[in-house]
Nanobody, 124 residues
Framework: QVQLVESGGGLVQAGGSLRVSCAAS????????MGWFRQAPGKEREFVAA????????DYADSVKGRFTISRDNAKKTVYLQMNSLKPEDTAVYYC?????????????????WGQGTQVTVSS
């Protein structure tokens, strides 16, 4: 069983930055693909960013390209999402996800494990 715990959410003004983290409790974290998704009120959960097992391949939703950066530290068993130039439309609950297959995953249905989420609110 894999447990994922997100942290670092909060309230930030438009144009500001925030970094959210996801700590995993799994022995073989370095073999897992990781991703970030978000869900705004009344909307479906959507893909934000993904990273492969080694961190050398990443993918992003068009809406966040150039503003968000996903990274991982396998020694700390943690994945990060650095969010810059935040917009009010980035307001959502951000979820971390993990899949035991090491290749990059961008679809919600491809992930096996999910965290509880962390709220990110961007004020205008």
């Amino acid at each position: 069983q894999v447990q994922l715990v997100e942290s670092g959410g909060g309230l930030v003004q438009a144009g500001g930055s925030l970094r959210v983290s996801c700590a995993a409790s799994v022995r073989t974290f370095s073999s897992y693909a990781m991703g970030w998704f978000r869900q705004a009120p009344g909307k479906e959960r959507e893909f934000v960013a993904a990273i492969n097992w080694s961190g050398d391949i990443t993918d992003y939703a068009d809406s966040v390209k150039g503003r968000f950066t996903i990274s991982r530290d396998n020694a700390k068993k943690t994945v990060y999402l650095q969010m810059n130039s935040l917009k009010p439309e980035d307001t959502a609950v951000y979820y971390c996800a993990a899949d035991h297959r090491s290749g990059i995953r961008t679809r919600r249905t491809e992930y096996e494990y999910w965290g509880q989420g962390t709220q990110v609110t961007v004020s205008s």
